[in-house]
């Protein structure tokens, strides 16, 4: 079974930095064979994609992160990662490492909590 670990999260506080990693464990998949994509759930809303990096290592982050956030693959450790920035109380939330399947399918990690408070 395909398992996406999440980790690097924690509390910090406004304008600071942290980057989450992402690997996988149990049966492993390579992620240069999908698009690779973070999610951030802030507390009661509904999961937003935030970054996500394509086959040929193509990037796109949501304009709410532009300028502070960058999702970055390595294909000799099979990891995706999101350096964080100048983060902000929005920030807060759990962030998931998915990996998309055709067909609109995902696999999920487990997420990460990051929390941005002062």
């Known amino acids: 079974q395909v398992q996406l670990v999440e980790s690097g999260g924690g509390l910090v506080q406004p304008g600071e930095s942290l980057r989450l990693s992402c690997v996988c464990k149990?049966?492993?998949?390579?992620?240069?064979?999908?698009?690779m994509e973070w999610y951030h759930q802030a507390p009661n809303r509904a999961r937003e994609l935030v970054a996500a990096i394509a086959r040929d290592g193509a990037t796109n982050v949501a304009d709410s992160v532009k300028g502070r956030f960058t999702i970055a693959r390595d294909d000799t450790r099979n990891t995706v990662s999101l350096q964080m920035n100048d983060l902000k109380p929005e920030d807060t939330g759990i962030y998931y490492c998915?990996?998309?399947?055709?067909?609109?399918?995902?696999?999920w990690g487990r997420g990460t909590q990051v929390t941005v408070s002062s």
């Open positions: 149990g049966e492993v998949i390579r992620f240069t064979d999908y698009p």
């Open positions: 998915s990996a998309d399947l055709p067909g609109g399918a995902h696999y």
